[in-house]
């Protein structure tokens, strides 16, 4: 692991040019580019350098310490070499959703990419109510090619275990133990909570039954290295144009349970259903938008172990993986784990440091505490019921069913 901490920041526009000639000749650089930083991200910093013809490419470059916070927030640089090599294994896997890699620099901690500025920040199209036909499906065919090839079912025992190595990421999962499952569930002071959603929030600290269904989920998430998994699927990781998805962002990855990133997904799809009770707009407009979220859900759910379970028809090698009626119940774990996660990553987004601007965009904490509520009630729901919902369509009709009752 790279504990270099010597890296430094390119200084200026010059030096990020340098850094792309040196790496591609893909940019014609005899007039002088224009260089943008377009990072949103809170880690890193991201820049676009755009030739005289408009062509362009992406760098991103990793620093020894959290971009939004300073140095007072050590980070590993390990993490741009885990996004490099995650870049690359997913392109094997899903070769037209991630940008391509063009190369990796440890010295600099910095990739070049290619530019998927042509497609929308998922969570942006969300917000807009874009439709966009098949959404759900490309997503789950993603997670179904990614997950199902670095697991146990597709990859020989040697190989899964260097897999294993080579993704130990324990700054990064150091983080998201903590904010995924410890603050959301008691008063912690990074916290961010509506003054009006602070009673149902003090129920969520002092619910011992709910924390040992989150220590089970954190326990898992700490033990089960079933694939490699993004780890940080959330909808700003994923752009999207008519027909095609890219996804972003794999810093957080590692060798963890499935479950985690299909969840992620599930998450950010009901944060944006939850979303739409307090945005303004006609009830009919609103409805038809949440339909369509849920329809996604079921796609994604319906196209992702659909296509894990063809892949491990035609491609598992492992004899004592080959039975039929255990993969169906481990689809059925991946299902409830789906759910578990997702009622986690619910509550953070609600309750802890890293809200969405699916829910902040609601200005009036009056209105945006029912959007609210009916995040952290879908979250109980998701985590507490989890190893009951039958299915995608049992969970649906609940669903629909919470926010009836509200
Ligand atoms: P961080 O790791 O800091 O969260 P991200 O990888 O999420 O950074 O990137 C931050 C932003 O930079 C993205 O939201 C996107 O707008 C832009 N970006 C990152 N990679 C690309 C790319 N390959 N093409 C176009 N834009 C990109
Ligand atoms: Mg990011």
Redesign the pocket.
């Known amino acids: 692991m790279s504990t270099d901490n010597t890296v430094h920041k390119f200084v200026d526009d010059a030096a990020v040019i340098a850094f792309v000639s040196a790496h591609s000749d893909q940019l014609d650089l005899s007039v002088p580019p224009v260089v943008e930083e377009?990072?949103?991200?809170?880690?890193?910093f991201?820049y676009r350098v755009r030739d005289h013809r408009g062509k362009s490419l992406?760098v991103?470059q990793a620093l020894p310490y959290i971009?939004i916070i300073g140095e007072g927030w050590p980070l590993s640089l390990d993490r741009i070499r885990i996004e490099a090599d995650v870049l690359r294994s997913e392109a094997c896997w899903a070769p037209h959703q991630v940008?391509e890699l063009l190369y990796f620099s440890p010295a600099d901690a910095a990739i070049l990419?290619?530019?998927?500025?042509d497609h929308q920040?998922l969570r942006h199209a969300l917000i807009e109510r874009r439709e966009l036909p098949g959404l759900g499906l490309q997503i789950g065919d993603f997670l179904a090619a990614t997950l199902f090839h670095t697991s146990d079912l597709f990859l020989n025992s040697t190989a899964k275990k260097e897999q294993l190595a080579s993704f130990i990421n324990p700054d990064l999962c150091g983080i998201s133990e903590e904010v995924y499952f410890i603050d959301p569930f008691c008063d912690h002071e990074r916290n961010s909570v509506n003054p009006l959603l602070l009673q149902e929030a003090k129920q969520i600290w002092a619910d011992d039954a709910l924390r040992a269904e989150v220590a089970e989920l954190k326990y898992g998430f700490m033990n089960r290295t079933e694939a490699l998994i993004h780890g940080d699927l959330h909808t700003?990781?994923i752009f999207v144009r008519d027909g095609s998805i890219k996804v972003?962002?794999p810093?957080f990855a590692f060798c963890g349970p499935v479950g985690f990133d299909l969840g992620t997904v599930l998450a950010n799809f009901l944060l944006n259903f939850s979303a739409q009770l307090g945005l303004p707009s006609e009830m009919e407009e609103k409805n038809r938008y949440q339909h369509y979220l849920l329809q996604q859900l079921r796609e994604l759910w319906n196209s992702f172990s659909q296509s894990f379970l063809e892949l491990a028809e035609q491609k598992s090698a492992d004899a004592g993986l080959a039975s039929v009626q255990w993969r169906a119940r481990k689809m059925a774990d991946f299902f409830a784990d789906m759910l578990g996660y997702a009622g986690v990553e619910m509550m953070r987004r609600t309750l802890g440091i890293a809200h969405v601007a699916d829910l902040e965009q609601i200005t009036d904490e009056s209105v945006r505490v029912v959007s609210e509520r009916l995040s952290i009630r879908l979250a109980c729901l998701l985590i507490t019921r989890r190893g009951e919902l039958s299915g995608i369509e049992e969970l649906l009709k609940e669903i629909q069913a919470l926010q009836q009752s509200l």
Do not use: T
């Open positions: 377009i990072g949103d991200g809170n880690i890193n991201v992406i991103k971009r940008p990419m290619q530019d998927i500025g920040n700003g990781s972003i962002d810093e």
